[in-house]
């Protein structure tokens, strides 16, 4: 048809469907087309009721919906829009932008990233300038009632990541009414300014579109500097643009701080949406997948609005109460009276005045107290909590704060969805965490031994410990009230000089520090390179006090504690007692609402506390002096956690990484900050704490704590003061430190303890070997452990051998003759078996069935050669029998069977590593003779 010359051309094609395709005319093809119709429209609908708002009915909504009303309040709205518009305007490069995008929504877009970016920088202003206020200011501005008495005065955030997070929801609020006052094509929430918020919003569009066109000439003046950089280059070269100003506030601050303000400042007509700014907070409790934000994640939003709002109103203040050219010479503060009653007094004149006469405003009532005229700081926050920031005002703040309140109890009060789940007894499972006992135990021992092996080979440069000057604990004595070590504990070497000595013999240690051809005569790189070390050490160490110490404290808390008292006042949190490292956490997650702080004691074992000792002892003072010659610092930091040389902060999210780090390579699976603590008093709860703690004879132990208990309170009372008041004034130990007593100690470090034996120290054991069985009360998992170990003997003995060998083989299977005898002997419990068998008769088996039918108990097995070894393992390989080879710090918990040479460890050492194992037996075999004994 379609030739070199031809007239005809194709019009179209004709596309045969395939024949599976085809829809015939019968009722089946008609019963198919209406069941993908009814998919269509049954997703649509879907569809539509997930992103269009619509109100509930009343019987279906929750109290909390209803509260707040956003569903008959954004009812026709869609949900992407909603999402969209109070999203972060997106920073596209110029090359990368679509061709498509017209000139009006660059400039919009533009418009958008510098408004987001002004409100984030505001934030950071105002932050500043509430450290820098006085405690009194920040205390009225606090309040959140008129008259209430507050302790805790405002506080600024900590961390420049935290300001930029609480100031989030202000620029989604600017970018709510930004982008909702332009004209679009889409329903959006009604809303109406009043006369002075419309003025401000204007005016700080002007301010910020005046910043974009200024940025967009600085660009322009760059680019054309830049191609006439060899003529002279520009004649208002020393001319500083407006947006070059970033030391404190420019107009365009000004002019967004004077919006939110204004948000503020208005009060209710009818209903609550009639005020702007709670139209936009409607639209932040919008999720991102349905529904509105909860109980749980919304008030935290609240709180950052209030919270951000408390330091505009203190900056606001600031700049309503400026001093004026003539008061500079003045003090800012007036007379509070005026003693002179004749009007005509010469010191009335404004010539002689030194302060302005404030002018006269409406009395408050009695109730409130006296009220500074609103001409300083103080009078200006004073008066505007009083008007629109304390609850009665009938104000936007007072709709915010009487609804965090009431998420805040429907949160307190309603039980968290669980996410804990016992396997079995030892197994426990945390969302997608899952792992055994004896696995988390193997972790905690890897820790130990890679913190220690960080500390002695990459910091203080032995291979052993015995290389290290011992810890003489029985010698340590320590005294809170010190700032350093206590004079009296006797120490075998002197430690800041400990490390260079051992570098000064060595010529291989000199090499890592020493270059002569530097200037400083220190080879930078490499000392970055050991600081890198140390601070790997230090993370190791965090972890491992995280754990080891009880239940874990928060990050902010562990993160705070000094090793030494600073010049500003405050205490160290490190100290030795009763040859015990503690270290004591004084912050808590209430104490910026109540003041009231608590002293949390955590107690850390033998082998933890031993790596504390060294680094403070002989590591920390090396590395000070280093640090302070390379990198010229002044003062060293007191924290136990320093700020690295390079600049890197120990954070939560940093701790968070090093704890991922540490359960990734122990467990295979990533474990937060966050999840721990869920997971610590999971195991808690299961093994250690005091409800499933028990005494061996109990009635007679709880009979003598009766007595002893009530013989104690007899000796307070007949001292004429109750048990409480003597804890906490009379004959208080040295160690008790302020807030805390002794029996509150003594219970902190029992937990502590109990967590102890529970991760299987070998420096409890001995402890309580000492102390006897009878002392002290036993936790559920040590009675468990003696339980299993009965149960397990029990059903060894009840084990039909040849079937369970069958099965362990995967084929059926026959007993020899002295093979069976032995067995047998095993199942009796019989010790001291001695079997003599040729090679390849079996001998293994007589170990690795028992370990196969009880995998929860040890089976230390002895071997002469490496070759042999490596048999045995490819053996528990090919029948799913755990395994481990016990060397130096290696880690055995889980394993069934541990395969250990005979230059190693004993046997005592070896059972006390394999912690919390029901039941141990140890083989030893010998190719010499072929014989196994057990």
Known sequence: MQGAHSQYFEVCRTIEAPAEQARPHTKQGAMQRIWMRANEYAEASKKRKQDAIQPGDTTKTTPWIRRTGSDRYLSGCDRSDLLEVIAEPEESDERDRSSEESSEDEWERKVDQALWKTMGELAAIIQSIVGQSGVMLRMEAVRSEADQQRFTPLRPYQEAASIERHCRPWQQTLMFFVRTQRPHDWHSPVYR??????????????????????????????????????????????????????????????????????????????????????????????????????????????????????????????????????????????????????????????????????????????????????????????????????????????????????????????????????????????????????????????????????????????????????????????????????????????????????????????????????????????????????????????????????????????????????????????FIEDRQVVFVTKYHKGVEITGDVKIIHQYLPREVGELVVWYLWLALPFIERIQALVWQESAMSDYLWPTDPDGSKWTTDRMKRELQRVSTKALGQSISVNAYREIAIAISRQWVRGDSAFQRDHEEESIEAQIDRMDSNAADEQATHSPHVAGLIYARDVMELVGSSADRRQRFRKVSEDWHRFLGFESTAVRDEKQGPFKRKWCGFEEDAEEEQVRRRARLRRMDAQAELSWMMRKAMTMRSVQGEAMQAIQRGDSHIVTVMPTGAGKSVLFMLPAFVEPRGVNIVVVPLKGIRSDMIHRCQQLGIRWAVWEEGAVTDGASIVLVTPERPPVRRLGRSSSGCAGCSCWIGSSSTNAMSC
Not at 205 to 225: K, L, P
Not at 386 to 404: E, N, S, V
Not at 501 to 506: C, D, I, K
């Open 193 to 574: 300014f009043n006369r002075r918020q419309k003025m401000a919003f204007e005016a700080m569009v002007e301010a910020v579109s005046q910043e974009v066109r200024h940025a967009r000439e600085e660009q322009e003046g760059d680019e054309e500097e830049s191609e006439d950089e060899e003529s002279g280059g520009s004649e208002d070269g020393d001319q500083v643009h407006p947006s070059q100003e970033n030391e404190g506030m420019r107009a365009v601050h000004r002019a967004c701080l004077t919006l939110c303000i204004e948000l503020m400042n208005q009060t209710i007509h009818n209903q609550e949406y009639d005020m702007a700014m709670l139209c936009a907070t409607a639209v932040l409790g919008v999720h991102a997948q349905q529904g509105f934000r909860d109980p749980e994640s919304y008030p935290p939003i609240l709180s950052s609005i209030i919270k951000v709002a408390r330091f505009m109103i203190i900056q606001q203040a600031e700049e309503m109460a400026r001093p004026t050219e003539d008061d500079e010479q003045y003090s800012p503060c007036a007379s509070a009276m005026d003693f002179d009653s004749d009007g005509d007094s010469g010191y009335d004149s404004p010539e002689q005045s030194p302060v302005r006469r404030p002018r006269r405003h409406a009395q408050h009532s009695r109730s409130q107290g006296f009220v500074v005229p609103p001409t300083t700081s103080f009078g200006w926050v004073q008066q505007m909590v009083r008007t629109f920031m304390a609850r009665g005002t009938a104000w936007p703040i007072q709709w915010l704060l009487d609804l965090r309140t009431y998420g805040l109890k429907i949160h307190y009060n309603t039980t968290a969805i669980g996410h804990v789940n016992w396997k079995d007894k030892h197994t426990l499972e945390y969302k997608n965490i899952a792992f055994s006992m004896d696995e988390f135990r193997g972790m905690v021992h890897q820790l130990v031994a890679d913190s220690r092996r960080a500390l002695l080979q990459d910091i203080l440069f032995v291979s052993q410990a015995d290389e290290l000057p011992a810890v003489p604990w029985g010698a340590l004595h320590d005294d809170p009230r010190t700032g350093d070590w206590d004079q009296r504990s006797r120490l075998p070497t002197n430690g800041p000089e400990w490390l260079y000595e051992r570098n000064q013999a060595r010529e291989d240690l000199q090499d890592r520090f020493v270059s002569s051809e530097s200037e400083g005569g220190y080879h930078r790189e490499r000392v970055r390179d050991w600081m890198r070390q140390a601070a790997r050490f230090r993370g190791l160490l965090l972890v491992l006090m995280h754990i080891t110490g009880g239940q874990p404290a928060r990050g902010t808390e562990i993160l705070s504690c000094r090793h030494r008292i600073t010049a500003a006042g405050s205490h160290r949190n490190v």
